[in-house]
């Protein structure tokens, strides 16, 4: 059973920090793109960053480059998102994706980012 579960959503003040953690498991997470996305309020689901080839590239939303830093350890079936410097419309809830080498798609149940003073 292929399961993402994300965690590390919060409240936090514009300008602070925050940690998302996906913990994958259920299919090969090593050989797998792992992404982040995002989806505010009466919006579409917007792409965040991705990690691939297992973790030796990196790819983020022009938005996000130089704030958000995804990364992955593989021994531990996990991707991250590491956000600094956070600003209101980086709010959200912030969804976890695989996409495997067999382009099988599976997404987390997703965890809320707010971004407010």
């Known amino acids: 059973q292929v399961q993402l579960v994300e965690s590390g959503g919060g409240l936090v003040q514009p300008g602070g920090s925050l940690r998302l953690s996906c913990v994958a498991s259920?299919?090969?997470?090593?050989?797998?793109?792992m992404s982040w996305y995002r989806q505010a309020p009466g919006e579409v689901r917007d792409f965040v960053a991705s990690?691939?080839?297992?973790?030796?590239?990196?790819n983020y939303a022009s938005s996000v480059k130089g704030r958000f830093t995804i990364s992955r350890d593989n021994a531990k079936n996990t991707v991250y998102l590491e956000m600094n410097s956070l600003k209101p419309e980086d709010q959200g809830v912030y969804y976890c994706n695989a996409q495997t080498s067999s382009d099988y798609e599976y997404w987390g149940q997703g965890t809320q980012v707010t971004v407010s003073s």
């Open positions: 990690s691939f080839n297992g973790g030796r590239s990196t």
């Open positions: 259920g299919f090969s997470f090593s050989t797998s793109a």
